[in-house]
């Protein structure tokens, strides 16, 4: 039986893309101060994990709903189970937008809204390949999962949720990355450094704000300051953004200079693709003196955090030739005076690298330093072979679509593909589409996903059939 994959998909377009706006216009951002017992991390997530499982209940799937924290839709029969893993949460949407990110536009075949790319808009293009097999009555001899989390921008609660209440899959994959098959994926840890409160130089740092979550680069950075020089402090600083990649403004209100800059927002898994605005600040202000923990805080970020994701100024900067360097995001920065300030750096390791090592190099350097360190939880590296049937069939399903001979890849990225021995992140964005997750004006091709589609419909059919 021969089928035109993409023919299908193509004819189930406008209808995908009619589902996906609905998603997307749900503003599903992790908010646990409005969490309730049915909507543990807030109305947001809880929203969109009800609409996604209410698509599938409309188009005949049998759906399950686990405390407002996860559920999957379910589909076909068999001993084995392979699972595919959504999230619908999203990164808050942060400054920066031409469109409001929560009313998907079209322009130019591009999609723009907040989830677009991450992970909305894969996950509707995987659920639309489950739906093409379905609707087309393909005969199965596998039962599939298509499991949807809630939490997978921070610490993956819905996902654990469900995985402690449901027997484990066989395997799967998830729609969260890029083609053509992620089966290797870094280890993941992040380390809080907490400073004390105090000024004493000329110049005093009453605040210090920059970055919305551990895994984004910081787009946005601000602070005040209290300062006698605050004229030629502005001038100085207009010449720095000047000559970096960053804007920036400074103003005076009531006494207090305000200084605001802005860089480039990016996922941490490549901390290189954007321009720290938090680091670039610290960069600035360095040359200014500010005494007691004050200084800390800015030294320690401008000196070793800035322009160093490879850890090179700790002296621990490391590289596995398959899992490549291991990498950090210097995330959230906040720090008040009189009540102290707290960095969060977020650690992507490759196998030969471990969380201790990290932690020793971290100790080495704020030793002299009034600072106390805190380690958050680990996930270690994950690795499929690339000889596992499963790398091996999704391979072939997308060079053949595609034309082309790639082999898998190892990334930053943490997916919810690792969560099972027998799992890799397949899709959606192919190697020459822009990686806009978690920056402003995220967006994705139209015929991204409808190529993606049809990739998906396939790759399933081969391994459940």
Known sequence: MSIDWKKEAENRKDEMLADLKTMLEIESVRDESKGTPEAPLGPGPKEALDKFLEIGKRDGFETLELDGLA???????GDETMA??????????????????????????????????????????????????KELGLPVSKKVHFILG??????????????????????????????????????????????????????????????????????????????????????AFDAYVAGHPVVGTAFMENGTLFLHMIGKAAHAQEPRKGENAGTYMADFLKRFNFGGDAENFVKFTAEYLHKDSRMKNFGIDFTDDVMGDLTMNAGIFSFEAGKGGK?????????????????????????????????????VPHYVSPDDPLVST??????????????????????????????????????????????ANEYVPVDVLVNACAIYAEAIYELIK
Not at 71 to 77: L, R, T, V, W, Y
Not at 120 to 132: F, N, S
Not at 409 to 421: A, I, S
Request: hydrophobic share 35%; aromatic share 10%; charged share 25%.
């Open 343 to 379: 960095i969060t750096l977020n650690f992507r390791f490759p196998k030969g690298m471990d969380e201790k090592t990290i932690e020793a190099g971290l100790e080495k350097v704020v030793a002299p330093m009034n600072v106390s360190l805190e380690q958050g939880s680990v996930m």
């Open 71 to 77: 559920g999957h839709i379910e589909f076909g029969e």
């Open 150 to 235: 809630t939490d997978e921008e921070s610490q993956w609660r819905g996902m654990t949720h469900y995985f402690e209440k449901m027997p484990q899959p066989d395997f799967g994959f998830s729609p969260d990355a890029f083609f053509p098959v992620i089966n290797g994926e870094k280890g993941n840890v992040s380390f809080f450094l907490n400073f004390e409160g105090s000024n004493g130089g000329d110049v005093e740092l009453l605040s210090f704000e920059s970055g919305l979550r551990e895994n984004m680069v910081p787009r946005d950075c601000e602070v005040k300051l209290n300062a006698k020089n605050s004229e030629e402090i502005i001038e």
């Open 394 to 439: 999704l391979l072939d399903v997308y060079n053949r679509q595609m034309g082309t001979k790639e082999t898998g890849k190892v990334v930053g990225g943490g997916t919810y593909g690792r969560l099972m021995e027998r799992g890799v992140a397949f899709g959606a964005m192919f190697p020459d589409t822009p990686d806009t997750m978690h920056q």
């Open 84 to 133: 595919m893993l959504a999230h619908v949460d999203v990164m808050p949407a942060g400054k920066g937008w031409n469109t409001d990110p929560f009313k998907p536009v079209i322009k130019d075949g591009n999609l723009y809204a907040r989830g677009a790319q991450d992970d909305k808009g894969p996950g509707m293009a995987c659920y639309y390949g489950l739906k093409i097999i």
